[in-house]
């Protein structure tokens, strides 16, 4: 019990005294997340859109088959990612194995069901009559969509926001195709599990801290605008 | 506020975008736990204007990164594998680079009795005829492949009742060794790293059959003719040159030298 007092200080010490490398592995972690989040949502959001509206044939099927994917083990993505960037797999040539593009691609990769799933979760809430309201009074296409989307912007931010943590907090696909080079590929779930493993403890509870701090940054933002929806409807 | 969101939003995709073309050098968790490659790379990249980007995984992992053209040089130790690497063309200009060696470590009243036995040999088959837990890598590192060796001389083939295969890195094997009061085998860098978080003692050392050499091979450009050999020849050139063997030399853990320079005969 001792032992987990004092490494939990020296945690917190390693935070505040703003520890050089601990910090850079901090804002790549936020990096590489949040570019995979920023480039999966719109398309993400547009394809839940297109299932909600679209009523063609096999729209449930595909939407069952994104909500079967919410589920899927992160280390089978990597290693599906690793099998298509290895340089004898197919995308071979790109030379992406080992870089924040390959982290960046998988995490795209594990955000996007999350993304439609929610998405369309959310976007069904929509009153039906915004829709025809917008087409009636003769508003283009894209301008009805992002009305849309405004009207249900909380139940999307909380898509969005689930996603995010979701790719923040997975370890299996940056170990697998980032490859954990310090400085370059080296987050905050692979630092974790690489100072584990030297038994520096202290650095992996001061990144384990950063997580938690953001999961309940998070959530109580979750629930604020929650509460706000509530007011407003 | 809008303005500060695009800039801050630009540099997160355009960081990483302007970046020279780095040298891929796989190496073992023990070269990199023990902080060596640390001290070493920076200096290279200083002179050099190369960025050299460390995977750090075991023997095994690195030598089929290397096989798969996925790196451009590794750092291994290993020298049967390495021999097999280079015979079927995945590798070429292998240069010996450095040793240091094993250790056999246990639990501190040491119940095969095997404290200042200086056969690694002899010792293995004190734990095997005394069933006594051992934890094995288990992850086809180098350390692992060692282990195998000896075993295969001891004649004796672990049972599992006592040999625990853990497939991890070093570090994460000594702590599993340390929780279960088991004997393993470990290189000695590792060792100094982690000792002072672990009660096992340091029991059997000392057997030339525990020598570690290192070497360092590039990945034949004739494969991958994408990688970047030029990288990886001129970080085997500055490894072996004089100043290299001799920050090598120089390195000090705790207090102890841990790697002898190798490459360069006097």
């Known amino acids: 019990m001792n032992g987990l007092l004092l490494t939990t200080q ?26 995979a989040i920023l480039l999966t949502t719109p398309f993400a959001l547009l394809l839940a859109f297109g299932l909600n509206h679209g009523n063609f044939p096999g729209s449930r099927i595909i939407l069952a088959f994104f909500n079967s994917l919410l589920s899927v083990p992160t280390v089978v993505v990597g ?15 790109l030379k992406l194995l080992f870089t924040q593009s390959a982290m960046v691609i998988g995490q795209m990769i594990l955000c996007f069901p999350v993304l439609v799933a929610l998405g369309y979760a959310a976007i069904q809430a929509a009153d039906r009559r915004v829709w025809e309201t917008a087409r009636t009074l003769g508003a283009p296409t894209w301008f009805t969509i992002l009305t849309i989307f405004y009207e249900v912007r909380f139940g999307l931010l909380a898509a969005v926001l689930t996603g995010f943590g979701r790719v923040i907090s997975e370890v299996g696909i940056s170990m697998m195709v980032g490859g954990n080079i310090m400085g370059y590929t080296r987050n905050i779930t692979t630092a974790i599990a690489l100072e584990t493993s030297k038994g520096e403890f202290a650095q992996g509870i001061a990144l384990g801290l950063v997580l938690l701090s953001l999961a309940f940054i998070l959530t109580a933002f979750l629930s604020y605008i929650q509460s706000k929806q509530g007011v407003t409807k | 506020m809008k303005k500060t969101l695009l800039v801050a939003l630009l540099y997160f995709f355009c960081a990483g975008l302007v970046q020279a073309e780095p040298i891929r050098l796989a190496t073992t968790t023990s070269t990199d736990n023990s902080g060596l490659l640390k001290v070493l790379i920076p200096y290279f990249e200083k002179q050099t204007g190369h960025v050299v980007h460390v995977l750090s995984v075991g023997t095994g992992h690195a030598l089929r990164m290397g096989q798969d053209g996925n790196v451009d040089v590794v750092l291994v130790h290993a020298p049967t594998a390495e021999m097999r690497f280079v ?15 094993f250790v056999i470590v246990g639990p501190a009243d040491d119940p095969a009795n095997i ?16 069933k006594l837990l051992f934890v094995s890598r288990g992850d086809d590192s180098g350390t692992h492949k060692k282990e195998l060796y000896l075993w295969k001389k001891a004649k004796w083939i672990p049972e599992l009742s006592w040999y625990r295969e853990v497939g991890q890195g070093m570090g994460r094997a000594l702590q599993m060794a340390n929780e279960l009061n088991a004997y393993t085998i470990t290189d000695r860098g590792t060792w100094l790293v982690m000792r002072s ?4 003692k340091l029991l059997a050392e000392g057997d030339a059959e525990l020598y570690n050499p290192y070497s360092i091979i590039a990945v034949n450009p004739a494969r991958y003719p994408s990688i970047n050999y030029l990288g990886a020849m001129s970080l085997i050139a500055w490894l072996t040159s004089v100043e290299g063997q001799n920050r090598i030399r120089n390195f000090r853990l705790e207090g102890q030298a841990l790697f002898i320079p190798t490459a360069i005969k006097n």
């Open chain 1, 10 to 35: 020296q945690a917190l010490q390693l935070l505040l005294y703003g520890d050089a490398e601990l910090w850079t592995i901090v804002l790549l972690s936020f990096s590489v997340s949040l570019k």
């Open chain 1, 79 to 93: 290693l599906f990612l690793y099998v298509l960037l290895t340089r004898q797999g197919p995308f071979g040539d």
């Open chain 2, 87 to 101: 015979d079927a063309g995945y590798g070429l200009n292998r240069r010996n680079l450095m040793y240091n060696d």
């Open chain 2, 115 to 130: 404290h200042g036995e200086n056969n690694a040999v002899r010792s293995l088959q004190k734990i095997a005829r005394g």
């Open chain 2, 197 to 200: 978080q672990l009660s096992l």
